[in-house]
């Protein structure tokens, strides 16, 4: 018989201790997506995001994008308590100590407090994409995710231009490890998502390649392309009917099928999907506790109203294969947890191609999280 080595012990999805462990090993020094560069492409705008337990800000200082802790010098109090905003300084909510975008002290009413700077966050972009790294010491996002920003760009040429259309957000009862191992595994596709497996990807095609940082998902598209790229529609798509191109004017081939699908995973919480047709979505997760996740779902397209095809895409994917997930996910927390528990065999690939028969991608995520943790727990 094989020899089949189990996955994580429990504890590392159920463990308080874990989890803090993992907000300073992991989360406080990886590449974390936050958002996109067009959501503070003018000067005075502003977006906050969490990157693990910590709440950040990007703002667009005169043309320069800063990123640093959402946290006020004086007591503490976050800066911007909002998702996005537009400001010429910004003004603490709690005494009004006031600071620049770049985030130094103008003013604290009055008082000389000496020069007080707000602690900046690396950022860097990938393909239009806003990353922050809380740790000077990490690699650069370009050494981390080697590939990733040329193979979307050459999917998606216009990526870095592309706006928030679709945002839709839950909260899962679950671990964030349990929820990123489901998002990388497709060995539970054929069983779990139809809609998925028949209408974007051919699931016979589906491939998984895990190394360093990124896990790159791609497949083909299935025999019936996806509705939304069928050649005819496209043209119409920015009448608001019709297929769901990702740029409206379907130049060249971007409005076809046969790009097939691709997603990058970047290691711990971010992955950026193409769909057939130059479709980009996201996904981000937010460990907010040891057994809670919130997803955060984004869709990008050239502008930011949905055609009425776009609008069917968004939400045929909600509720055919993210809320698929959702069920999945909490019942799995809810067995890790359980004394009748002990870590199963994953099932691997020796060959190491990993489609929907194997499980290769989870045991590299889970070599991951080791590495990252070290003697921490
Ligand atoms: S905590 Fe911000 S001004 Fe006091
Ligand atoms: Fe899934």
Redesign the pocket.
């Known amino acids: 018989m094989t020899e089949r080595p189990g996955g994580l012990a429990a504890r590392y999805y159920t463990d308080g201790g874990v989890f803090a462990a993992e907000m300073d090993w992991v989360f406080a020094r990886s590449w974390v997506m936050v958002g996109h560069a067009s959501e503070v492409a003018e000067p005075g705008m502003v977006i906050t995001a969490r990157v693990g337990d910590e709440s950040v800000l990007v703002a667009n200082d005169a043309g320069q994008l800063r990123a640093m802790f959402n946290v006020?010098?004086?007591?503490?109090?976050e800066?911007v308590t909002s998702e996005t905003a537009r400001l010429d300084r910004i003004t603490?909510?709690?005494?009004?100590?006031t600071y620049g975008l770049d985030g130094r002290l103008l003013h604290?009413r009055g008082e000389d407090v000496g020069d007080v700077c707000v602690p900046r966050v690396r950022l860097e972009t990938l393909a239009g994409f806003l990353f922050v790294n809380l740790s000077a010491e990490s690699a650069g996002l370009a050494a981390t995710a080697p590939g990733v920003q040329d193979g979307l760009l050459a999917r998606v040429p216009d990526a870095p231009r592309r706006v928030l259309s679709a945002r839709l957000t839950h909260e899962m009862r679950a671990n964030w490890k349990v929820v990123v191992e489901n998002y990388n595994e497709c060995y539970h596709c054929p069983n779990v998502h139809k809609w998925f497996t028949s209408g974007v990807v051919a699931p016979g095609s589906y491939r998984i390649a895990s190394g360093g940082s990124v896990i790159r998902h791609a497949a083909e598209v299935p025999s019936q392309p996806p509705a939304w790229t069928r050649t005819g529609d496209v043209e119409t798509s920015g009448a608001g009917q019709g297929a769901v191109a990702g740029t409206r004017s379907g130049s060249g081939d971007g409005g076809g099928a046969g790009d097939g699908y691709e997603a990058y995973f970047v290691w711990p919480a971010s992955a950026i999907q193409c769909y057939p047709g130059q479709v980009v979505n996201t996904f981000r997760w937010v460990p907010l506790a040891v057994d809670r996740t919130l997803l955060i779902r984004e869709w990008w397209f050239d502008t930011a109203d949905l055609t009425e095809a776009q609008s069917r895409l968004v939400s045929d994917d909600w509720e055919n294969t993210v809320a698929e997930d959702f069920g999945i996910v909490e019942s799995v927390q809810r067995g890790v947890a359980s004394r009748g528990y002990t870590p199963g065999p994953l099932i691997e690939d020796p060959s190491g191609v990993c489609g929907v028969h194997s499980e290769n991608s989870v045991r590299h995520l889970q070599h991951l999280l080791l590495a990252s943790l070290g003697a921490a727990v």
Do not use: E, M, P, V
């Not at 006020?72 to 109090?77: D, E, I, K, L, S």
């Open positions: 006020c010098q004086h007591r503490g109090h800066l603490c909510g709690y005494h009004a100590w604290a």
